[in-house]
């Protein structure tokens, strides 16, 4: 009976390859990550925003979301009755929301509309950035 095996020489050909390879796509792999990182952050603030109109619309009450850039976190609250909702935090995830358009605070009226119309700049610390959009009619949008 014949066996046949491969060299070690042959062993240590194809691990560098492929060392070669993982080399050049892990910095690719990174920046994609970043990218959805990025996205998926901007899409959990997007949604924080819509839960406060819908919460001015339910409730009839003034709602607004007060960016705490130093605490890193997004603070719901009800204006007429001076009561917060929830805080939503987004320190852990490696983001910096910069100044809106429209300052600190946005809010959203019973009717739904929001006060002024914003955008936010956001950036990972890897430099990806995203961009999300209020409009006076209260619609929150991704760029």
Known sequence: MKQEGKTLTELIVVVGILGMVASMAIPNFMVLHSR???????EEIASELRLAKQLALTTRDQVRIVI???????????????????????????LVIEEPSAGLEIAFYPSGRSATATTIPIHSLEGQTQKLTVSITGRVSLL
């Open 68 to 94: 705490d850039m130093d605490r890193q976190e997004l603070v719901t609250q009800f204006v007429t009755r001076g009561t917060t909702h929830h805080v939503y935090r987004y320190g852990g995830k490696g």
């Open 36 to 42: 959805a990182q990025v996205r998926c952050a901007t």
